[in-house]
């Protein structure tokens, strides 16, 4: 008899933890973050580069799953996303002569390399819930809870047997004012980290129905902390096989994401 009040006392406090676990499906978008841009060769001052603050447009769909564990106003997270990139986006302005060195002072070519390097993300989070708003007719049922997201991501990254610059583009050839034919060729690259991490922090906006949470919004800032990949310019002066300069932008990993998850709580 004890032995059965012990199982029954297990399952029922595993039926409990299992009201407060989530599945969590989400989709989602982001927003890039530039994190520096390559110096200008000094050989030639009209050369300008520079690289969007926040780039959006060009990030894939990301695509995952979070297993969520609800304790008062504590929300544990782990899980994984799919589609996630470090994203580059590199533009370069330069002068190109037209009958005469001097007639024209006029950026006349520009040159735009987005370079994006795959990334298998884990995330970790900690969610504190900061308020809820309730129903007027309902007082004790919630229709939206607004929650602190605090956590970090566990960055894997596959750069063994893939060349630090790839993905070349070319954008034809070019005389310059000085005479010089350069031949500006567009690459994606990485730094050979195959594994890094980054920070969160931002707000959750869960909305309930009948008390129990059905959609979920997450808008947050993620700070990545070393350079992962890189979108770069060389420019071959001359001869095609020397790279004569070039510019480049790296890549922490750094976004604004905006998602949405759809709970499904385990009763």
């Given at each position: 008899?004890?032995?059965?009040?012990?199982?029954?006392?297990?399952?029922?406090?595993?039926?409990?933890?299992?009201?407060?676990?989530?599945?969590?499906?989400?989709?989602?978008i982001?927003?890039?973050?530039?994190?520096?841009?390559?110096?200008?060769?000094?050989?030639?001052?009209?050369?300008?580069?520079?690289?969007?603050?926040?780039?959006?447009?060009?990030?894939?769909?990301?695509?995952?799953?979070?297993?969520?564990?609800?304790?008062?106003?504590?929300?544990?997270?782990?899980?994984?996303?799919?589609?996630?990139?470090?994203?580059?986006?590199?533009?370069?302005?330069?002068?190109?002569?037209?009958?005469?060195?001097?007639?024209?002072?006029?950026?006349?070519?520009?040159?735009?390399?987005?370079?994006?390097y795959?990334?298998?993300?884990v995330?970790?989070?900690?969610?504190?819930?900061?308020?809820?708003?309730?129903?007027?007719?309902?007082?004790?049922?919630?229709?939206?809870?607004?929650?602190?997201?605090?956590?970090?991501?566990?960055?894997?990254?596959?750069?063994?047997?893939?060349?630090?610059?790839?993905?070349?583009?070319?954008?034809?050839?070019?005389?310059?004012?000085?005479?010089?034919?350069?031949y500006?060729?567009?690459?994606?690259?990485?730094?050979?980290?195959?594994?890094?991490?980054?920070?969160?922090?931002?707000?959750?906006?869960?909305?309930?129905?009948?008390?129990?949470?059905?959609?979920?919004?997450?808008?947050?800032?993620?700070?990545?902390?070393?350079?992962?990949?890189?979108?770069?310019?060389?420019?071959?002066?001359?001869?095609?096989?020397?790279?004569?300069?070039?510019?480049?932008?790296?890549?922490?990993?750094?976004s604004?994401?905006?998602?949405?998850?759809?709970?499904?709580?385990?009763?």
């Amino acid at each position: 008899m004890k032995k059965l009040l012990a199982v029954l006392f297990v399952i029922s406090a595993l039926a409990l933890q299992a009201q407060k676990l989530s599945f969590t499906p989400f989709i989602g978008i982001k927003a890039e973050i530039g994190t520096g841009e390559g110096a200008q060769n000094e050989d030639y001052a009209y050369f300008k580069s520079f690289t969007p603050r926040i780039h959006v447009g060009l990030s894939p769909v990301l695509l995952g799953v979070n297993l969520e564990y609800l304790k008062n106003k504590n929300l544990y997270s782990l899980g994984i996303v799919h589609g996630d990139q470090a994203n580059s986006t590199l533009r370069v302005e330069y002068f190109e002569p037209f009958d005469s060195p001097y007639l024209s002072y006029k950026f006349n070519r520009r040159l735009t390399n987005y370079a994006g390097y795959n990334v298998f993300k884990v995330p970790i989070s900690y969610k504190r819930e900061l308020f809820t708003i309730k129903s007027k007719a309902q007082r004790e049922d919630k229709i939206m809870s607004v929650r602190l997201n605090t956590g970090m991501n566990l960055l894997f990254l596959r750069t063994k047997g893939i060349p630090v610059l790839q993905n070349p583009i070319s954008y034809g050839s070019s005389i310059t004012l000085l005479g010089d034919t350069l031949y500006p060729v567009g690459y994606s690259g990485h730094y050979n980290r195959s594994f890094s991490i980054s920070f969160n922090l931002g707000l959750d906006f869960d909305f309930y129905v009948k008390n129990k949470r059905r959609f979920n919004l997450q808008l947050y800032f993620e700070q990545g902390t070393y350079k992962i990949a890189q979108a770069a310019i060389l420019f071959y002066k001359d001869n095609p096989d020397f790279a004569w300069g070039g510019f480049a932008t790296t890549s922490r990993g750094s976004s604004i994401h905006f998602k949405l998850g759809f709970p499904i709580n385990f009763d």
